[in-house]
């Protein structure tokens, strides 16, 4: 009797046991799933540059900051007749709304570079969207016009953020050339970089109400328009339909045969 009464619980330890086993090794076995299912996850990629044969490059401005070089900076864009694209946080344009307006009345392209600045690495795909039109609707307020375009916080982005522009009609945009000029370089080491780097389809990263960027524009813009570049938005740019965009950011139009 007690040897009965053993070996069932013995087969009954033994079942747990392997019933255990079992429900570990499907769990480990989805955690792969799914960890293989995102490394092959097509990774979406925002614009950095433009194919073009055209000499022409675009300048553009992130705005988080002040505002009192305001009226410096719209001076020297209209000496050289160059069009900016000015990337505003939402936050930024309710609290320098007259800004804003300066801009755009000035034919200058108002871009979204989100609400308050969070890291959208860190936020939802429906959070990311929420904060978008959030700032859309600041600019809009501004201007009468809801943006195009868009520029992750800090450039930072994810396919979350590209989707969430994409579900709003909008293109997420970065930069090729980096003036650096939120790190306090000097105007002559702005010059070189910026200068050094540019090319045809060159999108070009500037801050507002940083100490040494407006003469470090001035000077910029004098060297590339000796050199025959002319200035346009990002809208006018990029492409907007029948395009790829290689791995690098670079975005070409699609030909007949493509």
């Known amino acids: 009797m007690n040897y009965l009464l053993l070996t069932r619980r ?10 255990c086993a ?9 955690q792969y799933e799914s960890r293989a299912a995102a490394k092959t996850q097509t990774r979406k990629i925002p614009i950095y540059c433009v194919d073009t044969p055209e000499k022409k490059v675009a300048l553009t ?7 009192e070089d305001t009226q410096t900076l ?14 505003v946080v939402g936050d930024w344009a309710r609290k320098y709304p007259d800004a804003v307006k300066a801009f755009y009345k000035a034919g200058h392209c108002i871009g979204n570079h989100s609400d308050s600045h ?14 978008i039109q959030a700032c859309n609707e600041a600019i809009k307020q501004c201007t009468g016009q809801t943006p195009k375009l868009l520029r992750a916080p800090s450039g930072d982005y994810t396919n979350d953020v590209l989707t969430a522009a994409e579900g709003l009609s909008m293109y997420t945009v970065q930069w090729s050339v980096d003036s650096l000029d939120w790190q306090g370089l ?10 050094g780097a540019a090319e045809n389809g060159s999108i070009i990263l500037f801050h507002n109400d940083v100490k040494n960027t407006p003469e470090a524009l001035r000077q910029i813009l004098a060297v590339l328009s000796e050199k025959g570049y002319s200035f346009v938005t990002v809208e006018e740019l990029i492409y907007t339909e029948h395009y790829r965009i290689d791995a690098t950011g670079k975005q070409y139009a699609l030909t007949g045969d493509a």
Do not use: H
């Open 10 to 19: 013995t087969l009954r330890t033994a079942f747990v046991f392997l019933l």
């Open 22 to 30: 079992v429900l570990v090794l499907a769990g480990l076995s989805r």
């Open 61 to 67: 401005f992130d705005a988080a900051w002040g505002a």
């Open 74 to 87: 719209l001076d020297i864009l209209a000496q050289y007749n160059a069009k900016a694209t000015v990337f």
């Open 118 to 131: 969070k890291a959208y690495s860190k936020l939802s795909l429906e959070e990311i969207t929420a904060d």
């Open 186 to 195: 000097e105007v002559e080491e702005m010059v070189k970089r910026v200068t």
